[in-house]
């Protein structure tokens, strides 16, 4: 698993894809956060991370998946970590590698529709 600098971001991008999350494109395009992936050229998973939520991103078979689940950076410091995981077969990992020190929550997207907010109304 490597920290992945700012010039090497967009290789990730076609991990994320289907990911609408304002912050992982943030983190992508090098204004916040910081990402990891099994390797480079041409990663097969990867990990955002942004203050306390943490994305992931890629195939879960990856010897490096189940790491990238585990591990949080030093200088994380606050007690708990929003993992999102992008199919239950992330989700499952995440859970085999914190047994007993997670809870489930359901989490509601917000509408990212360009144009759908109407200053006017």
């Known amino acids: 698993m490597l920290l992945v600098d700012p010039p090497d971001l967009p ?3 076609p991990l994320f894809a ?3 999350h304002t912050f992982t494109w943030t983190c992508l395009q090098g204004h916040m956060g910081k990402a990891w992936a099994d390797r480079l050229p041409n990663p097969t998973c990867a990990r955002i991370l942004t203050g306390d ?3 992931f991103a890629g195939d879960s078979r990856s010897p490096d998946a189940g790491r990238m689940v585990r591990a949080l950076p030093a200088s994380y410091t606050t007690p708990f970590c929003i993992m999102i995981p992008p199919a239950p077969d992330w989700a499952a990992l995440i859970e085999a590698a914190h047994p007993g020190r997670f809870q489930r ?3 509601h997207a917000l509408r990212h529709d360009w144009g759908f ?3 006017e109304r």
Request: charge should be positive.
């Open 18 to 20: 289907a990911n609408r």
């Open 11 to 13: 290789a990730l991008a």
């Open 53 to 55: 939520v943490a994305l």
């Open 105 to 107: 929550s359901l989490r």
């Open 117 to 119: 907010f109407d200053p």
